[in-house]
């Protein structure tokens, strides 16, 4: 069983035609919708094993703060399969091995909702600095959401 941890990235510039969408940075927003992220995370007492975010500076910002905040040792690792064009079965091959761990997964819409829906079949959209919390079993494909906040409700 694994614990999946899906968080969308915080809030970033806007993007600006002819430049780069992979070097857009947080704002202070995004930065605060992350803070609030990891101290859900704290509240709940969740242990992080491993950490995944898309390359692009907005995902890798966004978990860089999740982790600075948790004090999570973990090496941030950027894979492919996190970017925001990908297909979900990319990713979920990627963790089909993983076994006994908690992963925090942080990327884009409307990946990450693509990747919800090829593990749950249920349709979950969520917006900037929202998290998806769920447990799967890559064996037999079996998974169960445990929880599902947005900034809205972290603010208060």
Same mark, same amino acid.
């Given at each position: ?12 510039? =806007? ?5 780069? $969408? ?50 999570? $040792? ?5 894979? =492919?399969?996190?970017? =925001? ?72």
């Amino acid at each position: 069983m694994i614990n999946l941890i899906f968080v969308r990235h915080g809030s970033a510039e =806007p993007s600006v035609e002819g430049e780069s $969408d992979e070097a857009r940075k947080l704002v202070k927003r995004g930065i605060k919708q992350m803070k609030r992220v990891a101290e859900l995370l704290d509240d709940i007492n969740v242990t992080v094993d491993r950490v995944f975010s898309s390359r692009f500076l907005r995902a890798y910002q966004s978990a860089d703060v999740i982790c600075d905040e948790l004090k999570i $040792d973990a090496k941030i690792e950027t894979i =492919p399969e996190l970017e =925001p064009e990908r297909k979900p079965l990319d990713f979920i091959n990627r963790i089909k091995e993983f076994d006994n761990l908690t992963c925090l997964v942080v990327s884009h819409e409307p990946l990450i909702s693509a990747i919800l829906k090829a593990i749950t079949g249920a349709n979950i959209e969520i917006s900037k600095g929202s998290l998806v919390q769920l447990d799967y079993e890559p064996s037999d494909g079996g998974s169960l959401v445990k929880l599902i906040i947005d900034q809205k409700v972290l603010q208060r």
